[in-house]
């Protein structure tokens, strides 16, 4: 769901001063909530339902269910609603588990310090749910996710390897069905696309119909297939639509000829992820309305980039108009990203009086998830962390830092876990697994980019796959929050192993850091084969500032037998250091006080 403090309409209905005290901790909290008014509670209630995107009901569970039941339309649609109890104490998500309702309970939960009840199958079971991928689903969605819940065989039905999530063991992809070669070619700009994927669609047809009454069925296509009572199909973002169109085409036109184009080649709209045009048409309302109506951005290209790609029908009379011989199929084959060579196409351009429509079908890429898992305690792990693993259907990592997450995994998650100094395989692990085209999250300690694994890894990554960096609390911020306040003012971070960076170079950014008065945290302080280096780089500070500077030296942050240590430079023990401390050296500024370390900010603030 999104953010409740930002987007979403969220309308609170209370019966009682109790109920009403709730709702305005509620309101205080997120100025896009509000508590709404009307003659009786049943009337506020259903003006909530109509005019809000989320409903939060301080009333008993019976009495909601009594009035919005008559008004239920559909679960895609309809409003999320949480009841909260009198006394705030359980916030249930009653409806729309999967369209917020549950992420609405846990929020409502968290800030009124009530326990968030979840009922949705899936979610008290640790299973995605089909509607919760983020794609349009259609067919009988809830026989296939029942299925999936209860152990039933379950085939997933692909035209390519798409990044889904992990899923469990009677969830069992058969290979992949390729698109036809009747359908990579264009088709003739006078026919249209009536014959362009007939062999995809057969397929199609050959494929579900072989498997009539034989079990469950999860396609994953961007074809039209047939639907039964055991065959859901996931609509992936596959398709984008290129348009040109003259100066002031009607709407209607140009929606109309989109719909007929995919309609004969056997494509399903939900499957379409953008339109695409030339820069010249991005006012052009006919074609943006038509994107607003389908609920999917457009994307504009200048003309330079549309005349680079090649394609099946040029026209001297196009770029004569428009400085591209092509706006339609090569807006196509772009799509969002620009990668043409991704891209296969399907329907050539089909025209009508002032519109022009071509459809390409862009190949899924893997996705990589760079995770950094925090100082070790499950509380300090952001949610956006969880939220990726969950998503991954591969997930690599040390194996320590591994076992610190496997209860938040979902069944069916496959595990790459190996020891200490294997961060480069596990990197190449990683990106092969999103090279062929799946889920994956690889995780770090902190945040993965600081000293961790998001560096090898984006060294081998290249434009075959997504990545999304998720960031973590570092071992300096929570060794800072242990300390005090040492990182008041400017630092600088220090790697002490000299195994990958040669000890002439360690030495010149220490002596940098010292002679610019930084606060200084060395990360891999000391360890029993590097046992002098700490000392060493101890000395080079203690040469630039006073030496009852204080130095904090915290190990194992935020994990079992977590210990912090204050001392100056002149009485600070090297020993008492290993590689699970990071070791905090404060400026010529920084002081003790009442046993805590802090660096003034070095500035005032103006009135």
């Known amino acids: 769901m999104p953010d409740p403090t930002v987007t979403s309409r969220i309308g609170l209905v209370a019966a009682t001063a109790a109920g009403r005290r709730h709702a305005q901790t509620v309101a205080a909290a997120w100025p896009h909530a509000r508590l709404v008014a009307g003659e009786s509670v049943t009337d506020a209630l259903r003006t909530a339902w109509a005019q809000c995107d989320a409903v939060v009901a301080f009333l008993a569970t019976g009495a909601v269910v009594r009035v919005l039941a008559p008004l239920l339309a559909d679960k895609r649609s309809d409003p999320a609603v949480v009841v909260v109890d009198e006394a705030a104490r359980h916030a249930v998500a009653l409806l729309g588990g999967h369209t917020g309702g549950n992420d609405l309970a846990e929020q409502v939960g968290a800030l009124l310090d009530a326990r968030p009840v979840i009922t949705t199958a899936t979610d008290t079971v640790g299973l995605p749910g089909l509607d919760t991928l983020g794609w349009p689903v259609r067919g009988a969605v809830a026989a296939v996710s029942r299925a999936i819940l209860d152990g039933e065989p379950v085939q997933v039905i692909a035209d390519a390897q798409w990044p889904l999530p992990a899923l469990p063991p009677n969830v069992q992809p058969r290979p992949v069905v390729a698109a036809s070669a009747a359908g990579t070619g264009a088709a003739s700009a006078d026919t249209g696309a009536a014959s362009a994927d007939t062999g995809a669609e057969s397929a199609a047809e050959s494929d579900s119909g072989a498997e009539q009454g034989s079990g469950y069925r999860l396609f994953v296509t961007d074809r039209v297939v047939p639907l039964d009572g055991r065959t859901a199909v996931l609509r992936p973002p596959s398709l984008v639509a290129g348009v040109g169109a003259s100066r002031g085409v009607p709407a209607a036109e140009v929606a109309e000829l989109l719909h007929r184009v995919l309609a004969e080649a056997g494509l399903d709209p939900a499957s379409l992820r953008c339109l695409a045009t030339a820069d010249i048409k991005a006012d052009e309302a006919g074609i943006r309305s038509t994107a607003d109506a389908l609920g ?198 220090v790697s002490l192993s000299d195994l990958h960076t040669p000890w002439e170079v360690i030495e010149r950014r220490v002596t940098a850091a010292a002679e610019g008065d930084f606060v200084t945290l060395f990360y891999n302080p000391r360890s029993r084969a590097r046992d002098w280096q700490l000392g060493k780089a101890l000395g080079i500070l203690a040469a630039h500032r006073p030496p009852d500077t204080p130095v904090g030296v915290v190990r194992n942050a935020s994990r079992p037998g977590e210990w912090v240590h204050v001392a100056t430079l002149a009485t600070l023990d090297p020993t008492v250091v290993d590689m699970y401390s990071v070791v905090v050296v404060g400026n010529s500024d920084t002081r003790v006080v009442a046993g805590r370390m802090v660096t003034p900010r070095g500035y005032r603030w103006r009135s």
């Open 296 to 493: 999917v951005p457009l994307v504009t290209w200048p003309a330079t980039r549309l005349a680079a790609v090649d394609v099946p029908h040029p026209s001297e009379v196009v770029r004569a108009a428009v400085g591209t011989p092509s706006v339609a199929e090569a807006a196509a084959l772009l799509g969002p990203d620009g990668r043409p060579g991704d891209a296969t196409l399907l329907v050539g351009k089909t025209a009508t009086a002032m519109a022009t429509v071509a459809v390409a079908r862009h190949a899924p890429r893997g996705r990589l998830a760079v995770v950094g898992l925090g100082p070790g305690a499950a509380d300090l792990r952001t949610p956006r962390a969880v939220a990726e693993l969950r998503r991954a259907a591969v997930v690599v990592g040390l194996d320590q830092y591994l076992d610190q997450v496997r209860d938040v995994l979902r069944p069916g998650s496959r595990v790459l876990a190996s020891g200490l100094g294997a961060e480069e395989a596990r990197a190449r692990a990683a990106v092969a697994e999103a090279v062929a085209g799946r889920a994956v999250a690889l995780v770090g300690s902190g945040d993965a980019g600081v000293y961790a694994m998001a560096s090898p890894a984006l060294e081998y990554a290249d434009e075959r796959i997504d990545v999304v960096g998720v960031p973590g609390v570092t071992a300096a911020l929570a060794a800072g929050a242990l300390l005090g306040a040492p990182l008041g003012h400017d630092h600088a971070y």
